[in-house]
């Protein structure tokens, strides 16, 4: 069973930074045949997709809300994926998942829906304040 565990998230101050890990483990799992994604939830609001990259590293998409200011990568030397947040906003304040799924496809049109991931981290909590 695929294992994915978050870490990075904090406390920020408005226009600051952080950076999200996701680390993966699991017996006979090969972190390259899976897409990763980044989910956030806020209290009150429906789990909703951030960003997501393909098996390769090669596809990447984005929420609009996001776009310019977070970069996915992953490194499929160290089964980890990486959440680059920049010019952080009140609004993102979130608990933030990171979640995966195994596929081949090489385009990522279909990896910001929560329900086509399955596996999930328990997540980390990233505030935005002053």
């Not at 294992?3 to 972190?31: H, I, K």
């Not at 980044?38 to 776009?67: H, L, M």
């Not at 977070?70 to 979130?94: C, G, Q, W």
Request: hydrophobic content about 35%; charged content about 20%.
């Amino acid at each position: 069973q695929l294992q994915l565990v978050e870490s990075g998230g904090g406390l920020v101050q408005p226009g600051g930074s952080l950076r999200l890990s996701c680390a993966t483990s699991g017996s006979g799992f090969l972190f390259d045949d899976y897409a990763v994604g980044w989910f956030r939830q806020a209290p009150g609001k429906e789990r909703e997709g951030v960003a997501c990259i393909s098996f390769s590293g090669r596809s990447t998409n984005y929420a609009d809300s996001v776009k310019g200011r977070f970069t996915i990568t992953r490194d499929n030397v160290k089964n980890t994926a990486y959440l680059h947040m920049n010019s952080l906003k009140p609004e993102d304040t979130a608990t933030y998942y990171c979640a995966a799924a195994p596929n081949a496809r090489s385009d990522t049109d279909w990896c910001l829906r929560p329900i086509a991931m399955d596996s999930w981290g328990k997540g980390t909590l990233v505030t935005v304040s002053s």
